[in-house]
């Protein structure tokens, strides 16, 4: 079982590094301009206070924390309450006073509201990093299907890193995770996307080979 765990983590592994040699060949071939732009590019704190796009995408990123963090607490509230009442219940059918029972209820309650505040705060940070790799990408002048690549990519690895990393280190584990996964799914996401391009390219270049000699360059035609 151990042997067969390590050879499907060195096959993950091996066919990462196939494709990343894959997309930086295919980043050759179509050259910088239809290449994916955001290897590069980064959104920093301080495009925040450029009085222009950087501004407003911060002030709309706050403004989602703030909104997903208020839907967070509606969930949490309902969960606590839900768990309260049941819990209640259970005591007076177990013959408890309603004094006992209530003290109980709020035992299960503030725990169902911790489960449920983690289960919330774990998918929130997911959304909120997944989102955010997808503007930056725009930002610095990608595409919108290399943002969704580049945004499909970090959801999934920071998802995966995070559940990984839960289970073997806690919430220590959770974090760091999260934070490595969602950095290499997004850059599997975009090593996807060069090879997408790469092969659109081929495609077009094979289509193209019979043209005649007064027609646009194949480079100029595909980007």
């Not at 006992?100 to 509201?113: D, I, L, W």
């Amino acid at each position: 079982m151990i042997f067969q765990k390590n050879g499907n983590q060195l096959l993950c592994l091996v066919g990462i590094i196939l494709l990343g040699i894959a997309a930086e060949k295919c980043r050759l071939l179509v050259g910088e301009e239809a290449s994916s732009k955001s290897w590069t590019g980064r959104f920093t704190f301080f495009n925040c206070f450029d009085v222009g796009t950087g501004t407003i995408a911060c002030v709309a990123k706050e403004l989602v924390k703030i909104y997903l963090h208020y839907v967070s607490a509606v969930h949490v509230r309902k969960v606590r309450e839900a768990a309260e009442a049941e819990a209640v219940k259970a005591g007076l059918s177990q013959g408890l006073s309603y004094g006992e029972a209530s003290e109980k209820a709020c035992e299960e309650g503030n725990a169902a509201a911790r489960r449920a505040f983690l289960q919330a705060k774990h998918i929130m940070r997911h959304l909120i990093s997944s989102g955010w790799d997808v503007f930056e990408t725009l930002y610095v002048g990608g595409t919108i299907g290399e943002g969704l690549m580049r945004g499909s990519g970090t959801l999934l690895g920071s998802y995966a890193g995070g559940y990984m990393g839960e289970q073997r280190l806690g919430w220590i584990g959770f974090l760091v995770g999260s934070h490595m996964g969602s950095w290499a799914g997004g850059r599997i996401g975009l090593m996807a996307y060069d090879v997408g391009n790469g092969v659109r390219f081929l495609l077009h270049l094979v289509g193209k080979e019979h043209s005649s000699d007064g027609s646009p360059s194949l480079r100029d035609s595909f980007l």
